[in-house]
Each structure stands twice: as structure tokens, then as C-alpha cells.
């Protein structure tokens, strides 16, 4: 609590209250993060809904990644077999 209240309250960076604390520069920020929702008023179930629709996104995304590899991997054979 201390921390974050260094970084939200003081306006000191991550960098700096990592410095000041010994402490990991990600693992401040992921605290202060949460902070700031929780101060938003954001409840959990809300960063959940967050989380399910980025991970919705973000396998859909992997879905089409996975299928244009698929094409260019039979465009790729094809060409090699022209050539051959």
C-alpha cells in the first residue's frame, strides 16, 4: 500500500518507487493498475469481463494468424513444386 500510494498519491514513477523500494518495476505497476480500478470502482466481475472479451480477441486473432499460415504454407509447396 505504501507504494502505491508513493507512485498514485506523490506522483512518483514505477522506476522511482522501485528504486526507492527494492522492488520490481512491473510488479509496481501491476499493483498500481489494480489500484486505479479499484478506484475507478471497477469490481472484479467488471476486470473479468475485460479479461473474457481481450481473450476473446485475442483467440479469434490467433485463428486467423493460424489460417493465413495454413495459405502460405500450401502457397509456399505449390510455388516450390512449379519450380521443381
Known amino acids: 500500500a505504501e507504494v502505491v500510494?508513493?507512485?498514485?498519491?506523490?506522483?512518483?514513477t514505477c522506476a522511482q518507487a522501485a528504486r526507492a523500494f527494492n522492488l520490481v518495476a512491473e510488479?509496481?505497476?501491476?499493483?498500481?493498475?489494480?489500484?486505479?480500478?479499484?478506484?475507478?470502482?471497477?469490481?472484479?466481475?467488471?476486470?473479468?469481463?475485460?479479461?473474457?472479451?481481450?481473450?476473446?480477441?485475442?483467440?479469434?486473432?490467433?485463428?486467423e494468424l493460424e489460417a493465413e499460415n495454413s495459405f502460405l504454407k500450401k502457397a509456399a509447396a505449390y510455388f516450390a513444386k512449379e519450380q521443381g
Open 5 to 12: 500510494k508513493y507512485v498514485l498519491d506523490d506522483g512518483h
Open 27 to 63: 510488479t509496481i505497476r501491476n499493483w498500481v493498475n489494480a489500484e486505479k480500478e479499484k478506484r475507478k470502482g471497477n469490481t472484479t466481475e467488471a476486470r473479468e469481463a475485460v479479461d473474457r472479451a481481450q481473450l476473446a480477441e485475442l483467440e479469434r486473432k490467433v485463428k
